[in-house]
């Protein structure tokens, strides 16, 4: 049997859902599956992976989960956007117990970059950025033509970038980061404050229409579409604050590639990508002239497959 | 006669000075010269530099020269601080037809952080964040093991990530770059514009006392000392701006060691990096818990070394 026609399972443990999907060796995804997160803990986690990994069409010789927490070396060192997680938490005896493969742990958004990576907008690019845009934002690297995890598997943090130090409020506490004004949680937030001050808004009676639990990027999408002012203006403002970090972000680190990617950039596509780059543009300093932005091509996969690739790898290199 | 006897000269060119020493291969600097950098172009250099390394005790297999200016792939993309010197100077057939012996360019910053990763500060590191406080506020990086050099040799410039956007005037034209805040030349103008609105200070008079044609480190360093108020603010404010810049930097990078150098951390010494340290830590998500934040330990030599470094694996790997 080819490496290229062994069969790896990819997971994507997210806040909100967990995708699976059965990847052969040229990343392509033959068979996709997907439930809500369990809120009950790590147990209920590990049983749906498992669940949706057995319902798989074909063996996998190897699993790759990523999820939102640091992984280091193979390790979980922390996970902090899942209930009831822990670092104690053994998530590959959890894991490895239910599945009958060897399993091979990465963070989310390294495992999405590595997935544009190997099969999507980034392939063949030396140095890159990506960029998440989704509750939060995220990042991952590719330098010199690898992955980049940092000494303790948690560089890519773009999200904390300040762009405003003592500026807006972000949910880890400090005030200035560029997720406080781009991450759709505080961009919630914020729009709920301005409603109290008396502004208006058909944000959140989209939300209601759609019957969504709180504004997801398709009720943001369609509020811009709907010329709704509020939305605009916040949306304005994150692609402010995106350009001060990725401008400062390339300035430090003189990538070819922006890859951007989460709900917003997959439902407003490369318009959206390419208003992040001109707001850039006046804060690089000396940007390669090879530098371009683009938009996520493998949208859900993307985690997916570079969970598989990073499984895949993991075994062929043990 | 063994790789580690072979003499290798190292020439670092600045914008005050000119730097060689001969080094050999466990990196030791056996003898060094030095001269003001010409002002007159590129030929006045190119025989400065000659004459140094002629100068010099021992024959040199190699001549690795740190310029102050974007290197790529061994080609010198621009010059930017050196007067009478554009984009078509050829440097290194100007040096090579002067030395009997191979050349090989670097950009200063790089070198630098290079010579403290193979024989000082940053020995045996694997992801390096180097911060150079000089006239300007350049960087370096070592990242997974190496040098990183960005996709067009101009990574590593954290002297124009973005702290305070809008805020102060930087040098390259925008507003709000920490070198606008941190670098020396910056820092005078701000001391020069206090001064004009009715401030005191002794900067300028101790600049006239010790000779010097604007304030220097050491000029700094004494003000300080003397507990000059309008300087300290002004380092104070360059101390808090670092930390945020550096604090992005860590959350974007997850580096293990902060190395610090340039004139005013060698005249204030450890002290100093630990202010930086202090001012970094509320800006970082989460730092490893081995981040270390250290003071150069080669002062003058760190580009002399690295520049033979460079040479040397590059004599080598050809």
Redesign the interface.
């Known amino acids: 049997m080819s490496a290229s026609r062994t069969l790896v399972a990819g997971v994507d443990v997210g806040g909100t859902n967990i995708q699976v999907g059965m990847v052969s060796g040229d990343h392509e995804v033959h068979d996709r599956g997907k439930v809500p997160t369990p809120t009950s803990g790590p147990d209920a986690v590990f049983d749906a992976v498992a669940e949706l990994v057995a319902d798989l069409d074909g063996d996998p010789v190897a699993v790759g989960v990523g999820i939102p927490g ?1 992984v280091h070396a193979g390790q979980v060192l ?1 996970v902090p956007n899942l209930a009831g997680w822990d670092a104690d938490v053994d998530l590959v005896g959890g894991l490895t117990s239910r599945l009958d493969a060897p399993v091979t742990l990465g963070n989310d958004a390294n495992v999405g970059l590595l997935g544009e990576w190997v099969a999507g907008a980034a392939r063949g690019a ?2 890159v950025l990506g960029l998440w845009l989704g509750t939060g934002v995220g ?1 991952a ?1 590719v ?2 033509g ?1 992955p ?11 999200g ?6 003592g500026g807006a409020m972000c949910g ?1 506490g ?1 005030r200035g980061c560029v997720e406080a004004y781009a991450g759709r949680r505080m961009m919630a937030g914020a729009a709920h404050a301005l409603v109290g001050a008396g502004r208006e808004t058909r944000l959140f009676a989209i939300q209601d229409e759609e019957d969504r639990p709180r504004p997801t990027s398709s009720v943001w999408a369609r509020a811009l579409d709907e010329g709704d002012e509020m939305a605009t203006q916040l949306v304005d403002s994150a692609v402010e604050h995106l350009g ?1 970090a990725v ?3 390339v ?6 590639l922006v890859v951007v990617g989460g709900g917003l950039p997959e439902k407003l596509g490369q318009d959206l990508v390419d208003r992040i780059a001109a707001a850039a543009g ?2 690089m ?7 371009r932005f683009v938009v996520s091509s493998l949208g859900d996969d993307a985690g997916v497959v570079g969970a598989a690739a990073l499984a895949r790898a993991a075994v062929i290199a043990g």
């Open positions: 640091v922390t030396r140095d990042g690297l330098l010199d690898r980049y995890e940092g000494s303790r598997g948690s560089s890519g943090e773009i904390h970038v300040q762009v405003q130090p880890c400090r001060v401008g400062s972000a300035n430090l680190l003189d990538v070819e006046p804060w300093l000396r940007p390669s002239p090879e530098l």
